[in-house]
């Protein structure tokens, strides 16, 4: 790696930091000494980059600094790529055209060395039509999701049995090849997943949800991380391969 991507990289990782990171934890994820991080830090902070910290305690990026523009590298571009054909091929049309717009505004600023890694189809994720069908707005449902306000709605359960439910959406998950919106069921009053596919009669209500604690995608999360490391503890994960895949219990 070129020192100039090495500086870059640092920053790169201190600004996804939110707490104090250390010399030797740069060293190991930059593959490099402690020493060539000590010397790369004091260059950042020679050229006034907000980094605070010293040798032996660590080092974090004064919140507020705006990084300029990088270019991506390879690995980047087919990163972003793959991301975006899986968008385009299983986002509903919203958000499908949105990630094609990505990949053109990506384009149009790239080198022409570069550009051509992008058009390739080194990765890519094949179009297909979508097995089951949704009726539902998914691009309404992510803007209620942004702006915290209650859904209600019909569901039938994967047995078919009928509910009206109201919840608090947090988050729209994909587990291919269905969609997931999480959120917090008043019903129930716990985390639950509800598939859109099941979902009819949909109420986008204007009234905001509360931001209370133990009911936001926060405290989801750490239920989840909870959860997958006791079937770990109890041995399911060995039934799977070793490996944890955590789907969202669905509503019942």
Known sequence: MRRADRLFEIIQILRSKNNVITAQDLAEELEVSVRTVYRDIATLQGQKIPIEGEAGVGYILREGYDLPPLMFNIE??????????????????????????????????????????????????????????????????????????????????????????????????????????????????????????????????????????GRRLSDYAKLMKEECAQKIESGNAAEQGGEIIFYPKLAS
Request: aromatic content about 10%.
């Open 76 to 213: 980047e571009l087919e990163a972003l790529q793959l991301g975006a054909r899986i968008v385009e091929t299983w986002g509903d049309p919203t958000i499908a055209k949105a990630a094609t717009n990505v990949l053109s505004k990506t384009s149009a600023v790239l080198p022409a060395e570069l550009k051509k890694h992008l058009n390739n189809y080194v990765v890519a994720a094949p179009y297909t039509s979508r097995p089951v069908p949704i009726d539902v707005d998914l691009a309404k449902i992510r803007q209620w999701i942004r702006e915290k306000r209650r859904l209600e709605f019909s569901y039938s359960t994967e047995e078919g049995k009928p509910s009206n439910r109201v919840i608090w959406p947090l988050s729209l998950a994909f587990y291919g090849p269905v969609w997931n919106i999480v959120g917090w069921c008043e019903l129930r009053e716990s985390f639950r997943a509800f598939r859109p596919d099941r979902m009819s009669e949909v109420v986008f209500h204007e009234i905001h949800y509360p931001d209370q604690p």
